[in-house]
């Protein structure tokens, strides 16, 4: 699976971290998502789905 995110329409909500801590995280300056794991291993697939469907602004994508 491949992971990112998009900081042109992250709110910051921070859901991803939340529901996927080990793969997102947040930018200090402005609480942007950060893609920590691109190629998160399939142990990881659950909450990044979830993570994904939480995010508001639809900036988490899964392929």
Excluded: I, K
């Excluded at 992250?10 to 200090?28: I, N, R, Y």
């Amino acid at each position: 699976m491949h992971v990112t995110g998009d900081r042109r329409v992250c709110v910051g909500a921070g859901q991803c971290v939340l529901a996927a801590p080990d793969v997102f995280d947040q930018d200090e300056d402005h609480g942007l998502v950060l893609v920590l794991q691109e190629e998160p291993g399939d142990d990881q697939r659950e909450a990044v789905d979830h993570a994904e469907a939480a995010c508001p602004s639809g900036a988490v994508h899964v392929d």
